[in-house]
């Protein structure tokens, strides 16, 4: 967070952007009216949050990720998502002694990378948003109707729901 308690950018993690297709109802409805509210926004990845979005669709049939793909290429594309990687002071920042030792090295270095860069990171990890000081918030629950993506995007997006993630998985 900046001086002005403003922040820089908004990130969004692998668990956020998979939350899109969760198997728990709630979770993909308040995460995809995130990026829906966002489609014309703009939002940060670290290169290895998403190489994780690819990791965890690879492990699905060919059939399912042939459903899946046409739905996240076709949303990186229209989509402003700023794809960066770590620089010297995301990863000092995410090691320092002060860095959650607890959580995973991906997860430290994801909180560097946001503290480094004074910006706020959007997702559904249960390990990061159970730390209140940290620069982490979870998507908002979704009252009323489900937001839908501009057309074709909705479409796709609702082919790409034959893919359903657990929670656990995210």
């Not at 998403?50 to 290429?73: H, K, N, T």
Request: one cysteine or more; hydrophobic letters at 40%.
């Amino acid at each position: 967070m900046a001086a002005d308690g403003s922040f820089t950018a908004e990130y969004a993690d692998a668990a956020l952007f998979l939350g899109m297709n969760s198997a728990d109802d709630e979770v993909r409805r308040a995460c995809k009216a995130f990026f829906v509210a966002r489609c014309s926004g703009h939002l940060v990845m670290s290169l290895e949050q998403v190489g994780r979005c690819d990791d965890v669709i690879w492990g699905y049939s060919r059939e399912l990720q042939d459903a899946y793909y046409p739905f996240m290429d076709h949303l990186h594309t229209v989509m402003d998502i700023e794809r960066v990687g770590y620089d010297e002071a995301d990863v000092r920042r995410g090691t320092e002694a002060d860095a959650p030792d607890h959580l995973p090295m991906h997860e430290r270095l994801l909180l560097g990378m946001v503290h480094n860069r004074e910006g706020l990171l959007h997702t559904v990890s249960e390990r990061l948003l159970g730390h209140g000081a940290l620069p982490v918030r979870a998507p908002d629950p979704v009252v009323g109707p489900e937001p839908a993506f501009p057309e074709p995007l909705e479409v796709l997006y609702r082919q790409s729901l034959v893919l359903r993630i657990p929670a656990g998985a995210l």
